[in-house]
Nanobody, 115 residues
Framework: QVQLVESGGGLVQAGGSLRLSCAAS????????VGWYRQAPGKQRELVAGITSGGSTNYADSVKGRFTISRDNAKKAVYLQMNSLKPDDTAVYYC?????????WGQGTQVTVSA
């Protein structure tokens, strides 16, 4: 059974930085595409950033140039470095592992950016 545990969320002022971490257990992590999604109140969950097993990355337009996703397969971990945070980045951030037909989610970590 795969488990994903996020950490690193919190309250930060606009312009500040946070680093989210996600630790995985129970599967061959390296073959999965992993990513970060977020869901703000009243909005749909959206992809923030993803990284494939080969290391290719993609980002939502709203975070390009500010956020960086990385992975450490030896530690079964994925990270999201978030810089120049804005109040619009406020959301619950979720870690995801995906390789068809399997799709796994973490429990989420709250990120709140104050103006």
């Amino acid at each position: 059974q795969v488990q994903l545990v996020e950490s690193g969320g919190g309250l930060v002022q606009a312009g500040g930085s946070l680093r989210l971490s996600c630790a995985a257990s129970g599967s061959i992590f390296s073959i999965f595409t992993v990513g970060w999604y977020r869901q703000a109140p009243g909005k749909q969950r959206e992809l923030v950033a993803g990284i494939t097993s080969g290391g290719s990355t993609n980002y939502a337009d709203s975070v390009k140039g500010r956020f960086t996703i990385s992975r450490d397969n030896a530690k079964k971990a994925v990270y999201l470095q978030m810089n120049s945070l804005k109040p619009d980045d406020t959301a619950v951030y979720y870690c995801n592992m995906n390789r068809w037909p399997n799709n796994y989610w973490g429990q989420g970590t709250q990120v709140t950016v104050s103006a």
